[in-house]
């Protein structure tokens, strides 16, 4: 994946302080009874694969129109460019995202979406290999949230790629099998795990589950305050990573932040080049492994 950008998708929920405002834009999920539970605020963030940095986010309530993944990410599309891989689970892979990703000239590799896993044959299509097939599959009909201009815009057809590979039925816009072997592609799918442990991060270890600010303006800005500050973190482990020679993901992001906040403990108010320098190293010095 030399000179392409991967980038990864994936949705979370963080909770609000339980106030009037705060239940008005964003409601409890329907499956709790009123009173017993907190506001949900739910965010869908496309980061980047190789830096774990936060490219974009979007954020909106967790119940009522337009509160899933699907229509929030819509909204993240603009930092992809032509030649970026996007990863994703089975959330995404709808008939209009994939057709808009092909047209901005973007590669998607997802996991197959529950309706579609049900009914994939792969007697059907013309054959690659195992249990590997190409399939065309035609345009549903015009969802709410579509106008009927841009709805016309939309090819009538579109042929992707469906596989079962290390245990997941995958759908992908990677066409050619001798470019992109299943192989390759397993292990490609595999890196999107690497999200879960990105938004672990900005959750457990940023201390971002439970928003504090009472009203719905103020947990914006407090949301978009977290994600400034996972990304500075992201650069110093990207500057710490350039120093030991070692790629960013080989490098903990807990113990960046502790590396850091023991630093500020410790009176850490010198910014010239030997000091920065010292800290850099700390921060290189663990290695994670590859988790499975």
């Known amino acids: 994946w030399r000179g392409r950008r991967v980038c990864l998708a994936d949705g979370t929920t963080t909770t609000l302080p339980d106030t009037e405002e705060n239940q008005a834009a964003y409601p409890q999920p329907g499956a709790q009874r009123k009173g017993l539970g907190f506001p949900s605020m739910r965010l869908v963030a496309l980061l980047c694969l190789a830096s774990g940095a936060l490219l974009d986010a979007a954020s909106g309530p967790c119940a009522g129109k337009g509160s899933d993944e ?7 599309l603009e930092p992809l460019g032509e030649g970026d891989v996007l990863l994703g689970d089975a959330y995404f892979p709808t008939y209009f995202l994939l057709c808009e990703l092909v047209r901005r000239g973007v590669d998607g590799l997802f996991e197959q979406y529950g309706a579609r896993r049900r ?7 013309e054959r690659l290999g195992t249990r590997d097939h190409l399939i065309t599959w035609t345009k549903p009909k015009r969802p709410a949230w579509m ?28 066409l050619d099998p001798k ?14 795990w690497q999200v879960e442990l990105d938004v672990r991060n ?11 600010c009472r009203t719905p303006e103020m947990a914006q800005k407090e949301l978009w305050v977290y ?3 996972y990304n500075l973190i992201r650069l110093l482990m990207a500057q710490a990573a350039l120093l030991a020679d070692q790629i960013p993901r080989q490098l903990s992001f807990k113990h960046t932040v502790q590396i850091w906040i023991s630093w500020h403990q410790r009176g850490g108010a010198s910014y010239n080049g030997a000091v920065l320098h010292g800290l850099l190293l700390l921060i290189a010095q663990p290695r994670v492994g590859l988790r499975p």
Do not use: C, H, I
């Not at 009914?119 to 299509?125: E, K, M, P, Q, V």
């Not at 470019?179 to 999107?192: D, E, N, S």
């Open 202 to 212: 900005l959750k457990t270890t940023l201390g971002m589950e439970q928003l504090r």
């Open 70 to 76: 699907q229509t929030l990410f819509r909204g993240l």
């Open 119 to 125: 009914s994939t044959d792969f007697n059907l299509g």
């Open 179 to 192: 470019q992109t072997p299943k192989g390759v592609l397993r292990a490609l799918y595999w890196r999107r």
């Open 147 to 174: 106008s009927e201009a841009a709805y016309a815009q939309v090819p009538e057809q579109l042929t992707v790629r469906e596989l079962y590979a290390g245990g997941k039925l995958l759908v992908t816009t990677f």
């Open 227 to 229: 994600l400034l500050a």
